[in-house]
């Protein structure tokens, strides 16, 4: 077995050194920390010591063999010792939240990364983050910047969420990006939750609709039509219209179902390919109502990482590209993209947004009076304030929308049926009645 030697900060303070024995280096940085050490420096040494006497924590000398296996059965023993799963841990939404505000409050009363991420380890409540924190921190401890490491071990914390923690951790402001995030991903899942209880009630009206339109279609409309043509009457228009529709559906409606299914298929196909996400992000854009919530979503999120980046010393062209970065929306990282050149070129940042043409004024006049002023890092977060308030009464007015557009729509289906159903029944009495 590997011999490893270390020198390692004891929980009083001092200094110990000694060798330990491990089958590699993540396992002897685990069977430090058992013994309450943080280490300074740890190597490999050449080859295996035989009968070598190594120290403990505490400076007296033990068989490191036996000392490994006493540390791991006390581990044990204790219940700190958990299966850590191998490969890539998967969190709920509301893990990713806990886990973002739990290391943002730590960062922000002076821990650093790797003593925090032990905190959260030693946490008995957070269940899979546990197992995040532990493995996060063996990573970020052999050199791997905390970004890379959040990306090797969850996928659930995502490209963006990776993007501004190294953001963060190039600016010195991790724990405030990380409360960024926090609160971004809390009003994602605020907007959600309040999404699917608006749904709830039109949910029922739709299923309703549908169900009064099979009746319309499979029963009524049938009997309408043996009625009329018994009667020797002429079929009212709308009504032909129906029973064509009815005649249409009872014969080929698992057609029309795989039609509906492959067109699916198809656009997520040609929504997923790496060539299309450009035209498609374009597009999104461009939605009625969607787009200004996800142009004013951009807005904020691009103004406050603006903004801590330039507060805490970075250069703004800097700030600029980790911003693009963060940007997931390929339009909007090519138009960032376009601005970057612009300012590298020597052009102010007011300059470069007016000449890209893809900026709001407002926008641009704020950044102008803060570079004017020399407060452009207030300025940023004033503009990222006003659009947040935009972007919450857009949400309040999408919000507001569903329910009577619901109502519009499956009351003129159902007023339109009920319509064409009674003229042909009135037309069926009046031609009796001849």
């Known amino acids: 077995m590997p011999i490893f030697a270390y020198k390692a900060l004891a929980a009083n303070g001092s200094v110990t050194t000694g060798e330990i024995d491990a089958t590699d280096r993540p396992e002897a940085l685990r069977l430090l920390d058992r013994k309450g050490l943080q280490p300074v420096h740890l190597r490999e ?17 033990a068989d490191s063999a036996r000392a490994a296996a006493t540390a791991k059965a006390e581990a044990k023993a204790e219940g700190k010792e958990a299966p850590i799963p191998d490969g890539p841990i998967k969190l709920k939404r509301q893990e990713v939240i806990l886990f973002t505000e739990e290391l943002a409050d730590m960062l922000g009363a002076g821990l650093q990364l790797e003593p925090a991420l032990k905190s959260m380890e030693n946490r008995q409540e957070l269940g899979n983050l546990k197992a995040v924190s532990f493995k996060v921190r063996q990573i970020v401890r052999d050199g791997v910047n905390f970004s890379a490491a959040l990306k090797k071990v969850s996928p659930s914390f995502g490209p963006l969420y990776c993007s501004l923690a190294a953001a963060g951790e190039a600016s010195g402001a991790l724990d405030t990006i990380l409360k960024r995030q926090a609160h971004y991903l809390k009003t994602l899942a605020e907007l959600q939750a309040r999404l699917i209880l608006a749904m709830i009630y039109p949910s029922f009206l739709v299923l309703a609709g549908v169900g009064v339109s099979v009746v319309f279609v499979t029963v009524l409309i049938p009997q309408l039509t043996a009625l009329i043509e018994s009667s020797g009457g002429k079929m009212p228009l709308g009504a032909t219209i129906l029973i064509s529709l009815s005649d249409f559906l009872s014969k080929w409606w698992l057609v029309v179902v795989l039609a ?26 461009r939605l009625p109502l969607i787009g200004r919530v996800i142009a004013s979503r951009f807005y904020v999120q691009f103004l406050e990482t603006m903004a801590n980046l330039v507060s805490n010393g970075l250069p703004l062209l800097r700030a600029l590209e980790l911003s693009r970065d963060a940007t997931q929306n390929r339009s909007l990282r090519d138009q960032l993209n376009k601005v ?11 300059k470069a947004l007016i000449r890209n ?7 641009i006049d ?30 309040q007015r999408i919000m507001a929308l569903i329910m009577p557009t619901v109502l519009i729509i499956m009351a003129g289906l159902i007023g339109t049926m009920a319509y064409l159903m009674i003229t042909a029944i009135f037309q069926t009495i009046s031609n009796l009645g001849k």
């Open 366 to 395: 704020m950044i102008s009076v803060g570079e004017q002023t020399g407060k452009i890092d207030q300025s940023l977060r004033r503009a990222a304030e006003r659009y947040d308030k935009e972007l919450d009464k857009d949400l």
């Open 260 to 285: 509906l299914v492959a067109a699916f298929i198809f656009f997520k196909a040609w929504k997923d390919n790496e060539a299309n996400q450009p035209v498609w992000d374009r597009m999104k854009l």
């Open 45 to 61: 040494t050449t080859g295996v010591v035989r009968g070598a006497k190594k120290t403990d924590g505490k400076g007296k000398p």
């Open 357 to 363: 043409g893809a900026f709001p004024p407002l926008l």
């Open 340 to 350: 970057i050149d612009q300012v590298g070129d020597g052009r102010a940042f007011s």
